[in-house]
């Protein structure tokens, strides 16, 4: 029994929420409109401002797919009405960042700068140079361009220099001492 499979999804009042008979599932709200195909032994139905999911079979892949397509629904809604934000730091001695047009310039103490391209269904705000705000109306894109920005210098464990997620804890390291 799939606990969040059951939990219906309630749609806010100015989202739209459109389930065809082969399982395309389209979402348009304030924000903007998302789309996603259901696995084939999963249905959906909206009633009553609500998407309610349900499986075909109880077998254990099923049931993985039933909680899976009832949360990947359930961040359409939320996506389009409200939307997604991520938060980086950047941490070091000269480590800096600006959005130049399409494009996210990082300075993070390589002989070169680190370019970007920002995806178009995303929008990057950076104040004070090292604090970096990722919105967008798709969670996986959000995270996902998150990780990347993180990737070109994730934080070190000697100094903590590098970038972090916002309140992220780094578990910092005793350097060499001398004998």
């Known amino acids: 029994m799939s606990r969040i499979g ?18 395309a599932v389209s979402v348009e709200g304030p924000k903007g409109k998302l789309s996603w ?10 009633k009553d401002n609500c998407v309610s999911v349900a499986r075909d079979a109880e077998t254990r892949s099923v049931k993985a797919l039933h909680g899976l397509s009832r949360a990947l629904v359930h961040n359409m ?5 409200e939307g997604f934000t991520k938060q980086l730091e950047i941490e070091g001695v000269g480590f800096k960042a600006v959005v130049q ?3 996210l310039n990082l300075s993070l103490g ?8 920002i ?3 995303i929008k990057i705000a950076v104040v004070d140079n090292t604090k970096l705000t990722i919105q967008g109306i798709d969670k996986k894109l959000v995270g996902q361009v998150a990780a990347d920005i993180r990737r070109f ?17 780094i578990r910092r390291k005793e350097g060499k001492t001398v004998q």
């Open 153 to 169: 210098y994730p934080p070190e464990p000697y100094k903590g220099k590098g970038v972090r997620y916002a309140g992220e804890q």
């Open 110 to 117: 390589f002989s070169h700068p680190v370019i970007f391209p």
């Open 37 to 46: 195909k259901l696995p084939r032994q999963i249905k959906a139905s909206v």
């Open 101 to 103: 047009g399409s494009n």
């Open 77 to 81: 809604v939320q996506g389009v009405s």
């Open 6 to 23: 059951n939990k219906a999804v309630e749609i806010p009042d100015k989202v739209k929420v459109n389930i065809d008979h082969d399982g």
């Open 119 to 121: 995806p178009k269904d």
